[in-house]
């Protein structure tokens, strides 16, 4: 089973295939995804990459958090679970 990995402080041109090539010098990468927000469909500088195993998810962490991309040192680590966020806020009910 593999790993999903929060990848921050990315830049904001960054293309997913870039990120998936990054990533695959530490093994197989099953999924890239970048997050965009919502409204304006602009990058948010980062993203979640998912490795084809728990071994090269360690490596991936080790070799590239605090590298630099661009002109920008990222953060590699495990993706925790999303927080469930209850109603209200900017377009919420209540």
Not at 21 to 44: E, Y
Request: aromatic share 6%; hydrophobic share 30%.
């Amino acid at each position: 089973m593999g790993q999903k990995l929060y990848v921050g402080n990315l830049p904001y041109d960054l293309p997913e295939d870039e990120l998936r090539n990054i990533f695959s010098s530490s093994g197989q990468v099953a999924s890239v995804r970048l997050i965009t927000d919502l409204g304006t469909g602009r990058p948010k500088g980062f993203g979640f990459v998912e490795m084809s195993s728990d071994a090269e998810a360690q490596d991936a962490i080790q070799k590239l958090n605090g590298s630099s991309v661009g002109n920008r040192k990222i953060v590699v680590s495990e993706a925790r679970p999303m927080e469930k966020k209850g109603p209200g806020g900017p377009g919420g009910y209540r």
